[in-house]
């Protein structure tokens, strides 16, 4: 990037028109190869990258310096970037399509700014109200992408500003598509506009196109993201063969150190750290240290959950509805975070929680994507795969102020034991790989790590005797499963 940068004429600019006043100047420098033309009016003193991508870089300056004066309108006021074909649609006062590299300027004859809009470099961009009652304008493209949106789209921009703003902000939208609609001539589309605003407020019922919509007139709004994500969970995990691992009946021994080592370690990932034989104490002899008791009831709650074969031997498939599974969800966080009153255990988060840069699904969407995670994973018929998603979904969907991994870890074991499988342990060294499966699903759709992820840690837990306690220790320490997560070491089989 320096070289190109270096090959920049410092005379000229990345973008720039010829006027009436540079135009000799322009054209010696054209001769020398100091400056070349990349569209209609445009050049540029970068020699070195591609028209496209200039074009690209400096979008909005390029438009403006082509059709200062224009409205960015309909679609692309509200996108913001080009549409697939390339288009930018501008209002001006005549029809007229211009082809630049990468890009299609497309202007329509209408009104020029209104009431609302605002500059954006020499153009001006059409406010909210106006965008949404252009892109509500029956239009047929004979070339390209239509300029407006397509119904469903529009009630799902409204969705994301109730949900964003809430009321207030839909009924602002109205009041000003009120206003604008018969300088637009838009009358029809205002009232379109109105019915779908009335029908998400649950003042009117007009039929809707997008599920999402209906959704939330039906009072049960979700995340459609989170929902993608689970469906491509969903997906990879239906065409992927699943290897059985049997623990039919463990005994009680080997039930209660398995889940010991379940809740001490989904703890540890959590930074609830305890020495091995202070957590030993906590669980089995109830003592709770002065200094963290807290922290020790974390651990002792989350024992009483996974160490606990009522909650382990209920599957997803055996609530009778997702009501039921949210009470379930409450019960097992109240028990796991009791002594923490400042986190609400058992109680749905109020605010949104966020993790770096993760902002996880917003409070007022907690039960109907919870609703909808439910009724994918019932639906998958190996206990692995529902155990897999159960536990993403309820990590994706971070339903309480706290304590959310440890939940989900619970209810995916929760899955396996009560199918005859074995449970999946994330050792404190395996705890990255097991992290990076779940942001690369989160982020980028990929399943595959975190299915793989997860399969290998079932696959290290079976392989362990658990009946006896300090074998299985000695077990755990020759695989660096109690070391703090390091790049250079990794969690050994058996």
């Not at 993790?355 to 699904?361: I, K, N, T, Y």
Request: net charge neutral; proline share 6%; charged share 30%.
């Amino acid at each position: 990037m320096e070289k190109r940068r270096q090959q920049q004429s410092a005379t000229w600019p990345d973008v720039f028109v010829s006027t009436r006043d540079t135009s000799r100047r322009v054209s010696a420098a054209v001769a020398a190869g100091q400056v070349r033309k990349i569209a209609p009016r445009v050049y540029t003193g970068n020699m070195t990258d591609e028209p496209a991508a200039i074009i690209r870089r400096n979008l909005w300056r390029v438009v403006s310096l082509l059709v200062p004066g224009a409205v960015v309108s309909h679609r692309t006021a509200i996108e913001m970037r080009p549409a697939e074909d390339g288009s930018i649609i501008l209002t001006t006062g005549y029809d007229r399509r211009v082809e630049l590299p990468g890009l299609t300027l497309r202007f329509v004859a209408g009104p020029g700014p209104l009431v609302g809009d605002t500059q954006l470099w020499d153009l001006h961009l059409a406010s909210r109200a106006r965008a949404l009652l252009e892109s509500l304008q029956p239009t047929r493209a004979r070339r390209g992408v239509a300029r407006g949106l397509p119904r469903a789209r529009v009630e799902e921009e409204l969705e994301r500003d109730l949900l964003a703003g809430g009321e207030a902000k839909l009924n602002r939208i109205r009041e000003e598509a009120r206003v604008l609609a018969p300088l637009m001539n838009a009358e029809e589309e205002f009232d379109t506009l109105d019915g779908i605003i009335g029908t998400l407020l649950n003042t009117r019922r007009v039929p809707l196109a997008s599920p999402v919509a209906m959704a939330r007139a039906a009072g049960e709004p979700y995340d459609p993201a989170r929902l993608e994500r689970f469906q491509e969970l969903f997906a990879a995990l239906r065409t992927r063969p699943v290897v059985p691992r049997p623990d039919v009946l463990p005994s009680d021994v080997a039930f209660a150190n398995l889940s010991f080592f379940d809740a001490y370690f989904s703890n540890f990932i959590e930074g609830t750290e305890f020495e091995l034989d202070e957590a030993r104490e906590i669980v089995f002899e109830g003592h709770i240290p002065e200094s963290r008791p807290q922290d020790a009831h974390d651990v002792l709650g989350t024992f009483r959950v996974v160490g606990g074969r009522d909650f382990m031997s209920r599957s997803v498939r055996d609530f009778p509805d997702s009501n039921a599974f949210e009470d379930a969800l409450r019960s097992a966080h109240g028990e796991i975070l009791s002594s923490r009153a400042d986190k609400r255990p058992g109680e749905f988060k109020k605010v949104a929680n966020v993790a770096g840069d993760s902002r996880f699904v917003e409070p007022e969407l907690v039960s109907g994507t919870l609703r909808r995670g439910f009724e994918i994973s019932r639906s998958l018929e190996e206990p692995f795969q529902r155990a897999a998603a159960m536990m993403f979904i309820i990590s994706e969907v971070h339903p309480f102020d706290d304590g959310n991994g440890r939940l989900a870890r619970a209810f995916m074991n929760a899955e396996l034991v009560s199918g005859g499988q074995c449970r999946i342990v994330i050792p404190t060294v395996f705890r990255e790989d097991y992290l990076t499966g779940l942001r690369v699903l989160t982020r980028q759709g990929h399943a595959a790590p975190f299915i793989e992820v997860l399969d290998f840690a079932q696959k290290y837990t079976a392989a362990i005797d658990f009946s006896d306690y300090d074998k299985a220790l000695t077990t755990l320490r020759a695989t660096n499963a109690m070391e703090a997560p390091r790049p250079d070491l990794k969690l050994q089989m058996p």
